[in-house]
């Protein structure tokens, strides 16, 4: 039984629900984005207090315990986000194997399901935002679990395709193909045209509870690429999920895989440092944060609700004898010049400026590839005690 979304009978009808989610993704990323700020207070704050009191106080499980929750959250808002970005995936020619090898290792860790990759050679790189499409890839690989509950395996193929035929629904041109398949308790006929739709779930209640949004996400992600998803599936004998997704030229440079940002436990210990950080916030309660955790790491700080005043600063700091010796850039300003620009006319002041980036926009361009526009190194909202004052150390340092 196969079903081919978005090509199937009820196309149209998807497509309005997929419009419907979209607007709430849209409303719904805003209000990601104000509830990142909050969470950064939440986390930088707590992270902050943890920092300055005995660690065998009586109250230092109970933060550690809103600490670890509001990690959670993070996760949850990231999703969101992801989700929520609009038509704006940002991509890169990325090495499709081991990105779908790396997902596959993280979604089923911990489970009793073994992934087999069929081994390949040659596979092109695909165009994509690594983020992105591991998040599609990585609720296409919890379904697959979760259809075997006894466990099992789950079988990832790959393959190059060259589709020339104008009778295809994709464009011409190179993908490449990834099949991933379960041997799990498959779809019936009745649901098959329905499991891309939003909300529709098979999953149990309370708990177990699904919320029917893991394969629309998935779906709007790769459509969003240009790309396409099908399925083949058996009820009793499995389900095989097919990706094609476009090919970049073979010859381009693969990106790196980025560092994950450290979201665990975080059994280091902030850094100290020295200098005079200039901190650019549109967010009174993130300036807040940022300085007492600048002035608790020893860090002398100076604020700007916007760019033009950042630049201000900057330049008659430089011009007296007590200049900056970092500042941090908030990516988006309400209403205002954000760090982009703001990085830009810094630059042609002090071409030696060292300036961190801080965005919730971890896939946002600048923030990808913050080295292409003049900064040193991003941190990402919500950012903990640890992580930022390593990256200021490291910046302020030159190290
Ligand atoms: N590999 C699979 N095997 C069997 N059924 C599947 C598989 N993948 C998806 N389905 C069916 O499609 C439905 C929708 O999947 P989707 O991922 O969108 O939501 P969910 O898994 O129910 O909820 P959530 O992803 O939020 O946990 C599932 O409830 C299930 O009926
Ligand atoms: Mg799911």
């Known amino acids: 039984m196969n079903a081919i979304a978005p090509d199937s009978s009820h196309q149209n009808e998807l497509k309005q629900q997929l419009r419907q989610l979209e607007s709430i993704a849209a409303l719904s990323g805003g209000i990601a984005h104000d509830y990142n700020n909050l969470l950064t207070a939440i986390m930088g704050n707590l992270s902050l207090a943890l920092e ?5 106080a009586e109250v230092t499980p109970l933060i550690e315990n809103a600490l670890a929750a509001s990690r959670i959250a993070k996760t949850l808002t990231r999703t969101l986000i992801t989700f929520s970005k609009g038509g704006l995936p940002a991509k890169t020619p990325t090495d499709i194997v081991r990105l779908v090898k790396n997902t596959a290792a993280f979604s ?13 050679s040659g596979i092109w790189p695909a165009l994509v935002d690594a983020q992105q499409v591991g998040q599609a890839i990585h609720n296409l690989m919890i379904n697959a679990a979760e259809s075997m509950p006894s466990g099992g395996t789950v079988s990832i193929r790959f393959g190059n395709t060259t589709l ?30 329905k499991i ?10 309370g708990e177990q509870k ?9 779906h709007s992600i790769i459509a969003k690429h240009g790309g396409k998803i099908t399925v083949h599936s058996r009820v009793g004998v499995g389900s095989t999920f097919h990706i094609l997704l476009p090919a970049s030229d073979p010859s381009a440079k693969i990106e790196p895989p980025k560092k994950e940002t450290k979201t665990a436990a975080q059994p280091e210990k902030a850094i100290s440092g020295r200098g005079k950080i200039l901190v650019m916030d549109d ?31 900057y330049k008659s700091a430089l011009a007296s004898s007590a200049p900056y010796d970092a500042v941090i850039l908030d990516l988006t300003i309400k209403g205002g010049m954000g760090g982009e620009d703001t990085i830009r006319q810094l630059k042609e002041i002090d071409p030696s400026v060292k300036a961190i980036v801080s965005s919730g926009y971890s896939e946002n361009p600048v923030v990808a590839n913050y080295a292409d526009y ?3 190194d991003v941190v990402a909202k919500p950012y903990e005690m640890v992580e930022f004052s390593q990256k200021l150390h490291r910046v302020v340092n030159a190290l």
């Open 210 to 218: 699904g919320t029917g949004l893991g394969l629309s996400i998935s």
């Open 52 to 56: 300055t009191m005995d660690a065998d």
């Open 108 to 120: 089923l860790s911990g489970s009793n399901i073994r992934c087999e990759m069929v081994p390949a």
């Open 283 to 313: 967010e009174v309660m993130i300036l807040e944060l940022a300085g007492n955790m600048l002035q608790h790491l020893g860090y002398e700080v100076d604020f700007a609700e916007e760019g033009e005043t950042a630049v201000h600063k």
């Open 196 to 205: 891309f739709d939003p909300y529709f779930s098979t999953k149990g209640k």
């Open 374 to 376: 003049g900064f040193c």
């Open 164 to 193: 020339d035929s104008p009778n295809t629904t994709l464009p011409p041109g190179n993908y490449v193909h990834i099949a991933i398949e379960d041997h799990g308790f498959g779809i019936s006929i009745k649901n098959i045209d």
